[in-house]
T-cell receptor, first 114, second 109 residues
Framework: DTGVSQDPRHKITKRGQNVTFRCDPI?????LYWYRQTLGQGPEFLTY????????KSRLLSDRFSAERPKGSFSTLEIQRTEQGDSAMYLC????????????FGEGSWLTVV | QKEVEQNSGPLSVPEGAIASLNCTYS??????FFWYRQYSGKSPELIMF????GDKEDGRFTAQLNKASQYVSLLIRDSQPSDSATYLC?????????FGTGTSLTVIP
């Protein structure tokens, strides 16, 4: 257990529905990342926060995806109008930043769109 | 586009042997590199990080970095069946970590 918590761990939803995932990072970490991973692939970067500021967002991310970190603590990732191609594991990671930045992943949230 | 290339494998080694995993990266500006282990259905787990050219040892694991060749490797000595997993190589741009597709390792008892 790295100390990064994700909820829910599993979500099955019908196509077209909205889903939201929550991530609670390690408490002293000011950086938070979201990744998506499908079978046989490495984690794909989605977005990055430093405190409450969203500093980078993947150009691959469609407008149906939005992420927030309102108080610089927990973060949410919302997917609107889900599609079957959104089925994946959504990974949250956090880090303390600095010169020797290292990220630690949560256990992931599995999304299945039917 | 920052990229990491890994041989997807599968790589099979007998128990007790040395497993050698390699990756190359495209971004010369990346300073830090990481190896994560991922068991099937689980999230990636940090094994090693390396920032300087040369070798870094931690128990049975040795990471090697050659910035001139843009090459990172991981050696696992005395491989155990519990080492069977996918190993992900990653680089850090400062704003994001970018990952390879992973190398699947099987250690045969």
């Amino acid at each position: 257990d790295t100390g990064v918590s994700q909820d829910p761990r599993h979500k099955i939803t019908k196509r077209g529905q909205n889903v939201t995932f929550r991530c609670d990072p390690i408490s002293e970490h000011n950086r938070l990342y979201w990744y998506r991973q499908t079978l046989g692939q490495g984690p794909e970067f989605l977005t990055y926060f430093q405190n409450e500021a969203q500093l980078e967002k993947s150009r691959l991310l469609s407008d149906r995806f939005s992420a927030e970190r309102p108080k610089g603590s927990f973060s949410t990732l919302e997917i609107q109008r889900t599609e079957q191609g959104d089925s994946a594991m959504y990974l949250c990671a956090s880090s303390a930043g600095g010169r020797r930045n290292t990220i630690y992943f949560g256990e992931g949230s599995w999304l299945t769109v039917v | 586009q920052k990229e990491v290339e890994q041989n997807s494998g599968p790589l099979s080694v007998p128990e007790g042997a040395i497993a050698s995993l390699n990756c190359t990266y495209s971004d010369r500006g990346s300073q830090s590199f990481f190896w994560y282990r991922q068991y099937s259905g689980k999230s990636p787990e940090l094994i090693m990080f390396i920032y300087s050219n040369g070798d870094k040892e931690d128990g049975r694991f040795t990471a090697q970095l050659n910035k001139a060749s843009q090459y990172v490797s991981l050696l696992i000595r005395d491989s155990q069946p519990s080492d069977s997993a996918t190993y992900l190589c990653a680089g850090d741009t400062g704003n994001q970590f970018y990952f390879g597709t992973g190398t699947s390792l099987t250690v045969i008892p």
